[in-house]
């Protein structure tokens, strides 16, 4: 059974940074493409940001491009999202997801019915 851990959300005043950490424990983490996504209250689940197997292909939605940054480890199965300059509007449940990667992933890694482990999700809230 593949499981997924969160760590690292907290509170954090606008401006601030956080690093969020998701432990994997599939033995063939490397042939698992990884995902963050977040859902504010009130609103649907949204893609944040996506790392391809090798981590030579990263994706980000919009709003996060330039202040985000998705990375992995696969020799500690272990992915990762660096959280710089964060507003309010970042304020959210984070949730991280994998899954191994399929055919047509660069077309479709946004998609969070693609992914078919996901984690607790950690909170992560920024004050103005």
């Known amino acids: 059974q593949v499981q997924l851990v969160e760590s690292g959300g907290g509170l954090v005043q606008a401006g601030g940074s956080l690093r969020l950490s998701c432990a994997v424990s599939?033995?063939?983490?490397?042939?698992?493409?990884m995902a963050w996504f977040r859902q504010a209250p009130g609103k649907e689940r949204e893609f944040v940001a996506g790392?391809?197997?090798?981590?030579?292909?990263?994706y980000y939605t919009a709003s996060v491009k330039g202040r985000f940054t998705i990375s992995r480890a696969n020799a500690n199965n272990t992915m990762y999202l660096q959280m710089n300059s964060l507003k309010p509007e970042d304020t959210a449940v984070y949730y991280c997801?994998?899954?191994?990667?399929?055919?047509?992933?660069?077309?479709?890694?946004?998609?969070?019915?693609?992914?078919?482990?996901w984690g607790q999700g950690t909170q992560v809230t920024v004050s103005s």
């Open positions: 790392i391809s197997t090798s981590g030579i292909s990263t």
């Open positions: 997801a994998g899954d191994k990667q399929w055919v047509g992933y660069s077309r479709t890694y946004y998609r969070a019915n693609e992914y078919g482990y």
């Open positions: 599939a033995r063939t983490f490397s042939t698992y493409a």
